[in-house]
Structures are given as structure tokens and as C-alpha cells.
């Protein structure tokens, strides 16, 4: 028995996202006694060998013009064919925003449990154990399943994926596209120039407490000192002040940064469900009250338009005396 990973490219490149699934599954193997191979769908502009350096020992190539473009159904089936062909009882997806459609569609065509939201590396191989984040991240629990095929769905940005020496064999694969409906892209309308909230490292995100759309300018400056994405709350999203591709929180992306700075946020529960999985929360919010304060590893109470401009401005001396 393998271990199977879906690696997912954008545009035919890789992203740190790619290589956190290829350690994620070679960690698993490795717990397993087995190898992790890879699977990647698409044309590709980067070299699948790499994923090598992450433990994986072959990478398996589908472009039939009938996966141009992702579908969670083809794909689903087509990765399960390949599964199924190289002995694969245990997938390991991503649950970036195609792999949280494509994980469930992948466990239907396998008959495989379907083990979700999870947030660290498996615990036991007998019985297969995994801890998974429950209660929109205000808890965890672990998992334990005896089912014959698995598929880990796990939370991006959960594990450090570690670099060595190492190139995986690639070969070209194929896989039963007859009535497949192709998927035809119409339209793209892509949010231009900024860190994709879901791989930003950092994130600077505000609230209501901006008073107005007006002033953001000290926001995207804050997140330009730190190459950090940006972010808002729900109502400001809402409001049309920023726009729906900035909302975290349980309706909106759920985030899992190294550093996520809360200015004028209140820190209600359902906007903490997104984002309260930040390793380091920084909360700016002049309300000494406000729940955020609760959930902040740093506080500063105060007037964020006080506050914010001093804190570009120290971080920008920081840096150039660095
Ligand atoms: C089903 C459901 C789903 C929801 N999903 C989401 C979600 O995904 N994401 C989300 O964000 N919300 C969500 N909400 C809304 C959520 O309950 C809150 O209403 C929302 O998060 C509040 O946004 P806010 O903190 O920006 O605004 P407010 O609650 O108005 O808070 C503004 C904060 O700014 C502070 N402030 C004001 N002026 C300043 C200043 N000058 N300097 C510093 N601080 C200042 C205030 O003290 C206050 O704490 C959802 C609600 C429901 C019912």
C-alpha cells in the first residue's frame, strides 16, 4: 500500500502550499512503512521532480486537454483511477479552496473515510489517528479510523515542510476521460497585486472600527512594511468597504497566519472561527473590553489612528537600521 498526494499547481506552478502536501504525505509514509507518490493534474510550468526534496519518490502527470481546468468530479475520479493503480489506500489533499471540493469527491469514488479539518501530522498509523480542529477552531479532537482507505484533508499551512537533497522520478500518466464534461473557464476575475489571503505569512486585517473605506491607506501601508496580505471583518466586507475577497472569519476565509494584527475588531466569535489559528494575534482595538484582547498573544489599547502610522513607522526604521 502507497500513500497518494494530490499536488496542486496554479497556472502550472507550485507554491509553498504544494510542498507543505508533498512533506505532509512522505511524513505519512514514512510513519506507514510505505512511499508517498505524487499525482499532479494539468500542464505545468514548474518541475514536478522537485517535490523530491520533500520526500516524494515519483510524481505521476495527467494533461489530457479534458483536465485543463479544475473540476472536483473529474478530478476526484481520475486521481482515485490512479490511486487505485498504484496500490494507494491512504490520499493526502490540501483543503485549499479546490482541494476542500475535491477531498469529498475523491472519498465517494475511493469508498474511502473522508477524515477533514486536519491540523497536524497523523498521530499512530494503528489505528490511523488524526487530530482535527472542531467547533469552528475553539477545539480540537483526535480522530481514530479503521476504515481500509482514507482521505486526509488537511488545514494549509498546519505543518513546516522541510527542504533536503532528493529529485522524484516523473512519468506521464493517463486516466479514463471518456464522458467527462470538460469545464469550460468563461471568466477570471482575479484580485490583482496582493498576497493571497490563504499563503500570506502575514496578514493586517480591520474592522468597523476604520470608520470609513477613507482609511485604509495606514492599513496597506502597515501591510507593506511587513509584506503582509490584507484582510477585514465581515461588515466592512459587507459594506463594500473592502472587498469579499478580504472577509475572514466562519462565512469568510479562515486563515492560519504566523502573524495576524486585529485593528478595530471587536473579536466576536464568529469572526475568531477564521482567524484565531494565527500562530502570533496582535490586537489594536481602543476598547479595553473587546473580547479580541482574549484571544491576542500582544495587545495595545488605543486609538488605531494614533497607533497604526507610529507602528509603520518604527517597523520601517527597524528595517532600514537591519
Ligand atoms: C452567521 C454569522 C456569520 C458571521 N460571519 C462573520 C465572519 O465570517 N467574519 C466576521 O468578521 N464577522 C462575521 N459575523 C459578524 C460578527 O458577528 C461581528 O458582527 C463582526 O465581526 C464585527 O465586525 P467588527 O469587529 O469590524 O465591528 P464592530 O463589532 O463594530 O467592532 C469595531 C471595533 O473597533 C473598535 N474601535 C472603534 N474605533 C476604534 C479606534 N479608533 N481605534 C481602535 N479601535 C477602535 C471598537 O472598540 C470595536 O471593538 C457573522 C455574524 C453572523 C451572525
Redesign the pocket.
Known amino acids: 500500500m502507497s500513500v497518494l498526494v494530490y499536488l496542486e499547481a496554479w497556472e502550472g506552478k507550485f507554491k509553498k502550499n504544494t510542498w507543505e502536501s508533498a512533506f505532509y504525505a512522505s511524513k505519512t509514509a514514512e510513519m506507514l512503512g510505505t512511499e508517498a507518490i505524487g499525482v499532479c493534474i494539468g500542464n505545468l510550468e514548474d518541475d514536478p521532480s522537485l517535490a523530491g526534496q520533500y520526500g516524494i519518490s515519483k510524481v505521476l502527470t495527467l494533461s489530457a486537454e479534458a483536465y485543463a481546468n479544475f473540476d472536483a468530479n473529474s478530478y476526484g475520479k481520475a486521481i482515485a483511477d490512479i490511486a487505485a493503480a498504484q496500490n494507494a489506500d491512504t490520499l493526502i489533499i490540501s483543503s485549499t479552496f479546490n482541494g476542500k471540493a475535491l477531498a469529498p469527491a475523491l472519498s465517494i469514488h475511493l469508498d474511502a473515510a473522508l477524515l477533514s479539518n486536519v491540523i497536524a501530522l497523523p498521530e499512530s498509523s494503528s489505528p490511523f489517528s488524526v487530530k482535527r480542529g472542531v467547533y469552528s477552531g475553539k477545539g480540537f479532537n483526535v480522530l481514530h479510523s479503521d476504515a481500509a482507505k482514507r482521505v486526509v484533508a488537511f488545514v494549509p499551512n498546519s505543518i513546516a515542510p522541510e527542504a533536503s537533497e532528493g529529485s522524484a522520478s516523473v512519468e506521464s500518466t493517463n486516466a479514463d476521460a471518456s464522458g467527462i464534461k470538460v469545464v469550460q473557464v468563461l471568466e477570471v476575475d482575479r484580485v490583482k497585486g496582493k498576497i493571497p489571503l490563504p499563503e500570506a505569512e502575514r496578514v493586517v486585517s480591520?474592522?468597523?472600527?476604520?470608520?470609513g473605506p477613507e482609511n485604509w491607506g495606514m492599513v496597506e501601508e502597515l501591510a507593506e512594511v511587513l509584506d503582509a496580505g490584507t484582510a477585514?471583518?465581515?461588515?466592512?466586507s459587507d459594506m463594500d468597504w473592502r472587498p469579499h475577497s478580504e472577509?475572514?472569519?466562519?462565512?469568510?476565509i479562515a486563515i492560519k497566519p504566523n502573524l495576524y494584527i486585529a485593528?478595530?475588531?471587536?473579536?466576536?466569535?464568529?469572526?475568531l472561527?477564521?482567524v484565531s489559528a494565527s500562530k502570533t494575534i496582535v490586537v489594536?482595538?481602543?476598547?479595553p473590553e473587546?473580547p479580541?484582547f482574549k484571544a491576542a498573544d500582544y495587545g495595545i489599547v488605543?486609538?488605531?489612528?494614533d497607533?497604526v502610522p507610529k507602528l509603520t513607522e518604527e517597523i520601517q526604521k527597524f528595517k532600514a537600521a537591519n
Open positions: 480591520a474592522g468597523r472600527g476604520l470608520k477585514c471583518s465581515k461588515p466592512v472577509h475572514v472569519g466562519q462565512t469568510g485593528i478595530g475588531i471587536s473579536g466576536a466569535i464568529q469572526h472561527a477564521g489594536i482595538n481602543k476598547d473587546a479580541f488605543g486609538d488605531a489612528f497607533i
